[in-house]
C-alpha cells in the first residue's frame, strides 16, 4: 500500500510557476507509475501527466505540453509537477496517483491517490 502526499499549491497570476510535489509512503515507490490529475469545480478529473517507474518515459495531456514538466526521484519517494505560464484555466485540485501496472492515462486504473492541492491562477 501507498500513501501520498502533495503540497506546493497556492495562488499565482497568470504566466507564473509553481512545483507540485508528490510524496509517497514505502519502500515500494520505485515500483508503481505516477500520475498527475486535476479536477476543476463542476467538472471530471483529468489527466495531466505520467511517469514510468524509472522517469525514463512521461507523457503529458495537450493542455500540459510544452509548460508542465513531471519528473521524479526514487530515493526521495517524490514525484514532481513543474508548471509554467499558468493560466486561470489551471485553476484545480491537482491529485498525484500511483498505478502499479502501467502508465495509464485514465484516472480509474490507479490504486492509490492523495489528497489533492489546490492551485488557483489568477488572471
Known amino acids: 500500500q501507498v500513501q501520498l502526499v502533495e503540497s506546493g499549491g497556492g495562488l499565482v497570476q497568470a504566466g507564473g510557476s509553481l512545483r507540485l510535489s508528490c510524496v509517497g509512503s514505502?519502500?515500494?515507490?520505485?515500483?508503481?507509475?505516477m500520475g498527475w490529475f486535476r479536477q476543476a469545480p463542476g467538472k471530471e478529473r483529468e489527466f495531466v501527466a505520467v511517469i514510468d517507474r524509472s522517469g525514463g518515459t512521461t507523457g503529458y495531456a495537450d493542455s500540459a505540453k510544452g509548460r508542465f514538466t513531471i519528473s521524479r526521484e526514487n530515493a526521495k519517494n517524490t514525484v514532481y509537477l513543474q508548471m509554467s505560464s499558468l493560466k486561470p484555466e489551471d485553476t484545480a485540485v491537482y491529485y498525484c496517483a500511483a498505478d502499479r501496472w502501467s502508465t495509464s492515462r485514465s484516472a480509474g486504473v490507479y490504486d492509490y491517490w492523495g489528497q489533492g492541492t489546490q492551485v488557483t491562477g489568477s488572471s
Open positions: 514505502g519502500r515500494t515507490f520505485s515500483t508503481y507509475a
